[in-house]
T-cell receptor
């Protein structure tokens, strides 16, 4: 079983839609949960960072963590064509010397 | 504040050659991590350096090595290149005060022919 499972998509939605991106994980030692966005030919850009179960909101983005189910989600409200990118979930073990474990990434296309 | 800078952006090498990639972290960041990104394997951790010491290493052969200088700049080296080493190599830096948040550079795209 992989440590992290993420549906690679691609996911295609119309502008204005609510997007839900998900990852499951198996390592109980993961204590930090992140979402990165990566545009084509660019490096990953941190979107959301949390270390506790529950929801964290930042503008149109909401990150949700359920440690008991080992499941994290990213919701994008009022999606825009500029949101078209690959979204990567990432995990970090506390004291793990910055070794991020990434999901495979979900490609999202938002069409006008 | 300038971001993470990686040079060069693109490289073309042939099998058997060696290559050195460079990374300048965000000013004040002492940790530098390296990752390999390929379509098949995704983003995989190579190694991490902090204050010139390698603290963690991923599951890559010994042909992949790195080092960090006293100014926190880092280099990674790949010797005896193989076709499968073609990838985007990403460098990320972080600060101890930010609990593991890593900021990535744009990467170096290496093509091995």
């Amino acid at each position: 079983q992989k440590e992290v499972e993420q549906d690679p998509g691609p996911l295609s939605v119309p502008e204005g839609a609510i997007v839900s991106l998900n990852c499951t994980y198996s390592n109980s030692a993961f204590q930090y949960f992140m979402w990165y966005r990566q545009y084509s030919r660019k490096g990953p850009e941190l979107l959301m960072y949390t270390y506790s179960s529950g929801n964290k909101e930042d503008g149109r983005f909401t990150a949700q963590v359920d440690k008991s189910s080992k499941y994290i989600s990213l919701f994008i409200r009022d999606s825009q064509p500029s949101d078209s990118a690959t979204y990567l979930c990432a995990f970090l073990v506390a004291g793990g010397y910055n070794k991020l474990i990434f999901g495979a990434g979900t490609r999202l296309a938002v069409h006008p | 504040k300038a971001g993470v800078t990686q040079t060069p952006r693109y490289l073309i090498k042939t099998r058997g050659q060696q290559v050195t990639l460079s990374c300048s972290p965000i000013s004040g960041h002492r940790s530098v991590s390296w990752y390999q990104q390929t379509p098949g394997q995704g983003l995989q951790f190579l190694f991490e350096y902090f204050s010139e010491t390698q603290r963690n290493k991923g599951n890559f052969p010994g042909r992949f090595s790195g080092r960090q200088f006293s100014n926190s700049r880092s280099e990674m080296n790949v010797s005896t290149l193989e076709l499968g080493d073609s990838a985007l190599y990403l460098c990320a830096s972080s600060s101890t005060s930010q609990g593991g948040i890593q900021y990535f550079g744009a990467g170096t795209r290496l093509s091995v022919l």
